[in-house]
Structures are given as structure tokens and as C-alpha cells.
């Protein structure tokens, strides 16, 4: 195989950032060089991310005022330039993008001058620049993506979506066969609304149980650190025991000893949960613009792998019933759990990278109409 430069660029979340580390380093591995472009929200990444880093402007249209449309405007006309001028010093053989604003400048300015383009898509939804850029592109990597999608599923190739190495890791740990007598692992996370949710949440739903239930249970809960001092307070009162911090840095390692998860639904959550193979409870971000959350959640609950419950419908009384069977139905949880690993895809890195090189070496790609 050929030795190829790459630049890849990403949003300066970690949501869009991670997935694209992981496909460095697997690049780096196979012996091609590899650039990120992004924009100064990614600079705190700078010291892991294993490439060199241009920052380039960009902007959303988040406003109909004109001045700051014409602002944005602007903003996104000298990030296409300057990422222009990075690919002809470069010469990339491709350019993939992980979406997020940050992507628009680059995929606009390496389409334009023909350098072959891909976005990868991690939702079951296609986020706005994504959409945006889709008709430019050569191909589009979907981790949850439907290929019947009706205006771009000739481009659409699935490959899951890339998982830190911690995450393939805790994937070697099966899940934990126990009886109803056992010790219960809950793990609770979510973003700063989810968490804030769950604070208030997932006490009340422990207050409520059976005391037999209640005493099976060890909880590792995520909360906003002005949350904590409550949160705390109230699992102590009722007597359970509770790690309960704003931030864990062993996420993965914490979902392989949970017996059932609760939490958001983005990507990286449902992805993780099923290459690692546990059980989850997922409660999708309302009102969210693209209702992504709900269709990767729907996705991973239409095998059995999760049960998918709004935030609106999650009373009390329906939290206490799903926690009761879960700790008294053991059996019933290592089959979600067999089921949410049947839909996982440990090797989605590895795919697109192979994704990435045929499309620098200008290979026909498999699975596309293009």
C-alpha cells in the first residue's frame, strides 16, 4: 500500500474529535501522515491528538441578523481560502470530515479544487454541516446512518463508528452473571442536562423501592458538580452505597462492571454500550433539534439491547418498575446484553481507515453508487 497524507477535520467537541484521534492513529500505524484541521476550541486536545493541528476559521449562520450572517459569511470564505492554501502546500490524497461547523471551510475548499472528500456521519440523523456538505462528497461513513436514507444512500457506507482503545479493552470483560440476590452494578450518566435530570431523578426512584431491592444496588452516578453535595446527601440518607462525581476518567471500564446503564443517547454513549455489550436504559435529550438521540437510542432498543423510555415518561413509578426488573430478571438483562453487543462494531476504525485509503488511491468503493 501506498503511504498517503490525510487531513482529517473535525467540530472541537469531543463527540466529533474522538472518533477522528482514533482514525489517526490507525492511519499512523498503517504508515501515512495525517493533518487536522479544526478550530481554537480543539487546542486543549493539542497535546494527544496525533497530528499536526491547523486551526482555521469557520462560523454558523446561528442568527438571522444580517450583520452577523454577513460576519459568518465572511468567517467561512477565508476559512474555505486558508484551508485551500494548507492543501496545496500538503497535497493530501484525501479529506475526511467528522462534522460539527468547523468541517464546512475545509470539505468546501478541498471539494472545490477536486482533492477526494468523505464526511462520517456518528448519528442516526445527519447533522447540519454534514447535510450540507453530503452533495459535495464522494462518500458518506455512517455509524448509525440508514442506508434506505432516500436522497443519499448511493454514497452511504456503514462502517459503526471508531471507539478508543480503553473502549475495545473493556469490551474483553464479559458481562457479570449473577442471580437476584447478587449485588446490582447501576451506572448513571449523561451531559450537564442529563446529569442535572438524573440528580433529581434517580434518588427519588430509590426512595420509592421495595427496601430488598434497594439494598442490592451500588451506584456509580455522574452529577454537576452543584448537584453533588445533594445527590450524595440523599443516597446516604437512604442507606445506599454511591460513587457519585462530576467526571470519571474510566468511563469505559465503569460501563463494563455496570449491569445496567442509564443515560443519554448520543453516539459515543450508544456506541460504546454496544461494542462493550451492556444493557441500557436510554432517556434521549428532548427537544433536541434533530432528534438524533432518539434514532441512535431506537436503533440499539430495536434489537433488544435497550429499553427506550422520554424524559417526560419517566415518572417515579415507571423508574421503580424498571429497576425492580432489572435487579429481580437477571436473565432477561444478559440477553439485552448479548443483544446490544450483536449490534456492535469493534472494528469500525479499522473499516474506515480501509474507507479512507481506497478513497485516496481512487479506488472504486464498494456499497456506493458513486
Known sequence: MDSFCFFLSAGGTGGHL??????????IARGHTVHLITDHRAERFAGTFPAEIHIVPSATFGSKNPVAVIKAAWKLFSGTRKA???FQKHRPAAVVGFGGYPTVPPLMASTSIGIPSM???ANAVMGRANRMLAPRVKVIAGGFLPKD?????GKIVETGNPVRQAVIAAANTPYRKRSASDPFHLLVFGGSQGAHFFAGAIPSALAALEDDVRARLVVTQQARPEDLDDVRERFAALGVTANVASFFDNMPELIADADLVVARSGASTVTELSVIGRPGVFVPLPHALDQDQAANAALLAKNGGAEVVRQSELTTERFVKILTDAVQQPERLETAAAAARAAGKPD???RLADLAEALASGKTIEGTSE
Open 119 to 121: 464526511v462520517h456521519e
Open 149 to 153: 436514507d432516500a436522497k443519499f444512500g
Open 348 to 350: 469500525a476504525t479499522a
Open 18 to 27: 474522538f472518533p477522528a484521534e482514533s482514525l489517526a492513529h490507525e492511519l
Open 84 to 86: 485551500r492554501a494548507l
